[in-house]
Each structure stands twice: as structure tokens, then as C-alpha cells.
């Protein structure tokens, strides 16, 4: 199991920037598609962005231009700069790690939680004036 640590929420105002870090430590977090996905009051996680280990990322269609995925295998960490923020953006952010090493296959069928194994505890962004 890789452990996970989201760091970067707070309280920004619509149009701001927030950049969330997430740390790793366990595993060889250089083989691993990162997540990130977001859970806000009274609503299901749904997903945000993946980043592949080798090249790639997709997002979901409210936040395409606006947030940017990111890694840096040799500090373990994934990033997510989020700009232009919306109030509907308010949520508990969390990172994932992919189930196994190595994925392959289409990032587009790598949105599901059900495919990431190890989770951060989750950040809080909310944005509001």
C-alpha cells in the first residue's frame, strides 16, 4: 500500500488559485496513474483528473482548462493547479493511486474509484466571497 498526503486546501474567492499537493510514500509511486477526485456536501466523489506513470491525463469537462495535473516522480508528489475557480469547485479534494503498476490501457476507463487502491485522508477547498 502507498500512503497518501493532500495538503494545499483552503477558503479562495471565484476566480482564484489554489495549487494541492499530494505526497507518497510506500511504493514506487513512479510506476503508479495518479488520481485526483472530489467529493462536495451531499453529492457522491466523482472524478477529477488522472495523470498516467508514463505520459497523459484527462479531465473531466467542468474543470478541462481551468485545472492542470501534474508530477514530479522525484519528490513522489502529484499536483493539481486549480485556476479560475468556481464556487460549484467547493469540495473535499482527494488523490488516489492506481490499483496496480504499469497501467496501460486508455486513460479514459481509469476514472473509476474502484480502480484506485490507496487514498489520501482529503483536502478541503471551498470557494466563496
Known amino acids: 500500500q502507498v500512503q497518501l498526503v493532500e495538503t494545499g486546501g483552503g477558503l479562495v474567492q471565484p476566480g482564484g488559485s489554489l495549487r494541492l499537493s499530494c505526497a507518497a510514500s510506500g511504493r514506487t509511486f513512479s510506476r503508479y496513474t495518479m488520481g485526483w477526485f472530489r467529493q462536495a456536501p451531499g453529492k457522491e466523489r466523482e472524478f477529477v483528473a488522472v495523470i498516467s506513470w508514463s505520459v497523459g491525463s484527462i479531465y473531466i469537462d467542468s474543470v478541462k482548462g481551468r485545472f492542470t495535473i501534474s508530477r514530479d516522480n522525484a519528490k513522489n508528489t502529484v499536483y493539481l493547479r486549480m485556476d479560475s475557480l468556481k464556487p460549484e469547485d467547493t469540495a473535499v479534494y482527494y488523490c488516489?493511486?492506481?490499483?496496480?503498476?504499469?497501467?496501460?490501457?486508455?486513460?479514459?476507463?481509469?476514472?473509476?474509484?474502484?480502480?484506485?487502491?490507496?487514498w489520501g485522508q482529503g483536502t478541503q477547498v471551498t470557494v466563496s466571497s
Open positions: 488516489a493511486a492506481d490499483r496496480w503498476p504499469y497501467y496501460t490501457g486508455n486513460l479514459n476507463a481509469r476514472t473509476s474509484e474502484a480502480d484506485f487502491g490507496s
